[in-house]
């Protein structure tokens, strides 16, 4: 065999072209070129892929099925910054991420309206839109249930057949106080969770000139709690109209019934005491008691005259003794909003020492506030055009006492939406085809 | 690649280019694409230069380099529809030489080429069954078994010549 091989016909060799060795060394940097090239463009296909893959591999697995949120151990936890405006933040619906520390709106709306109803979860770090707040139509009203637990949604704007109550650990909604459509306004839970006291109005409403349920319940609206255990509601006797309520630690109700009065008694009789108010001041709505009964809070503005017609108006928060008596009440705090009580001596609020303003605690005795947490600053919503505004804010009563504040860290808005991973898994695909499109153009030029 | 090396890398090709092209012709029958073959596997070759100048035997791993790349170029979307050649036929091959021998080089391009490319590699390159499982990166067992499938069918191309030879 070895014989028939090298005997065997062959063309004659023909010379190695001139400067084969160049062309051979010059095509192989080429090629060492072109890998480098392909391998960066697939490392950048893979980092761009991997988050999609991440994301996408937990919602191919669980498809998108809603699995009830454990409550997070231990207390609720306040970040001491607030996460900036985002538009991957899930809805609790898609994933429920357990009860909330607090409720908030959040948003601008100058040239392009981005507003989000926000969940802040017990532990500080997960947010979730609330979007069946966000979609509906109208005016809305919302409240917190105190262990945080419960977001129960209204609008404000029209007459409606009940109130839609949201379970932030499952994302599932029922509707409760079922009746003929009528104006409804949430505006306290009782301690326990268990009652949700609410204005009802059968007048007209109109939002355009401003007669909201809110509006109309100041006139005529007529108060009454629903035990939402049982689904019953009762009207509270003498409680009309409506500016405003709160429930006391011993279930009893305070109702601010006029411009200058509140009424103080059981839920289910007449009132035992009728306290007297400054034209103004406003019952703080589900949180105005302190934790030992002791006081009452009630909110107003209160104007300064700084001489040379110059006058400042300061929002503040004023105390009262809901024994009508003239027991000794802490000295009125300079405060935007009250939203809590961490002890009988004191408050969380939220104040505006700076834009958009930060959640504070007062000592009652006089110390200076403490600010806890701040909402981020800057413009930060439409497009980075407009700085983001807070308002609605509720905090879960029930988890203040306890609250613990941290740095805030990593947040969790949950998986990124579909949308998302689909502009991510294109924008993948395009680099990854536009890499392989490079390195094919080198590889088809001549040598 | 380091200076050093390209430089070591240029002294192998110039010293080794006609005998891999001389490989590459024995595998595939034709000059222009030997040199279209050899070109391809220095090429790759640069890119594995500091394994392949690492590795006790350059021209072992030039080889393998080689045999690859013409197996793949065969196996490739254009060779399988481009058949250079006719199909391997049991007749025995027609262009016989003026002296009766048959042309080895037909009769090769008619086997397949992994068997072409044992034949070549143990009866043109002179190496071992051992040798050449390296160069093809297959077992010893496999080039044996391959080897005398290859005489077998060329066996059927060339009855007398390969009767005779062996």
Known sequence: MRELFATAVREPEPPLPPRFVEEVVAAGRRSVRRRRAAAAAAAAVVVLALPFTAAVT??????????????????????????????????????????????????????????????????????RRVGADEDRDGVQG????????????????????????????????????????TGLLPL???????????????????????????????????????????????????????????????????????????????????????????????????????????????????????????????????????TGGAGPVPAPVEAEQLLGWRAPDRVLARTSTTEPGEISEIPLD????????RFP?????????????????RLASGLVPALTVRPAGDVDRGPWPAWFLLVLAGSAVGVGLLGFALVSARRRRPA | MRAEDEDAYVEYVRGRA????????????DWHDAHDLVQAALVRLYRYWGRARAADAPDAYARRILVNVYLQQRRSWWARRVVPVAEPRDAPAADAGSDGRLDLMAALARISPGQRAVLVLRYWEGLDVAETAAALGCSAGTVKSQTAYAIAALRRLMPDYVGRAE
Do not use: K
């Not at chain 1, 129960?152 to 994302?171: A, K, M, N, P």
């Open chain 2, 18 to 29: 006609l005998a891999l092209r001389r490989t590459a012709y024995h595998l595939c029958g």
């Open chain 1, 366 to 373: 006089g110390g200076r506030p403490t600010v806890l947490a």
């Open chain 1, 58 to 127: 937990p919602a191919l697995r669980g498809g998108h099925r809603v699995a009830p949120a454990a409550p997070a151990p231990g207390p609720a936890v306040l970040p001491d910054r607030f996460a900036p405006y985002s538009v991957l933040t899930r809805d609790v619906a898609d994933r429920p991420a357990g009860p909330a520390v607090m409720i908030y709106r959040y948003g601008s709306g100058e040239l392009v309206n981005q507003w989000q109803s926000l969940a802040l979860g017990a532990d500080g770090r997960t947010y």
């Open chain 1, 377 to 393: 600053g800057g413009s930060r919503c439409e497009y980075r055009s407009q700085p983001c505004i807070v308002y609605d804010l």
């Open chain 1, 188 to 322: 306290a839970f009782s301690a326990d969770g268990r009652r949700l006291a609410y204005a009802v109005v059968d007048g007209a409403l109109d939002p355009i000139i401003s007669d909201t349920v809110r509006d109309v319940a100041t006139r005529s609206g007529v108060l009454r709690v629903l035990d939402l255990t049982t689904g019953e509601s009762r009207p509270v006797p003498g409680a009309t109209p409506v500016l405003g309520a709160a429930f006391a630690p011993d279930g009893r109700l305070a109702v601010q019934t006029g411009p200058t009065t509140i009424r103080v008694g059981p839920v289910d009789g007449p009132a035992t005491v009728t306290l007297t108010v400054r034209d103004g001041q406003r019952l703080v709505d589900g949180v105005a008691w302190s934790p030992d009964g002791r006081f009452l809070a009630v909110a107003g503005l209160v104007t300064s005259f700084l001489g040379n017609g110059e006058y400042e108006v300061r929002p503040e928060v004023t105390f009262v003794d809901p």
């Open chain 1, 142 to 181: 919302w409240l917190l249930s105190p262990d945080g637990t419960t977001v129960v949604l209204t609008d404000v704007s029209r007459r409606i057949d009940g109130f839609t109550l949201v379970d932030l650990r499952t994302g599932r909604e029922r509707v409760v106080a079922r009746a003929a459509p």
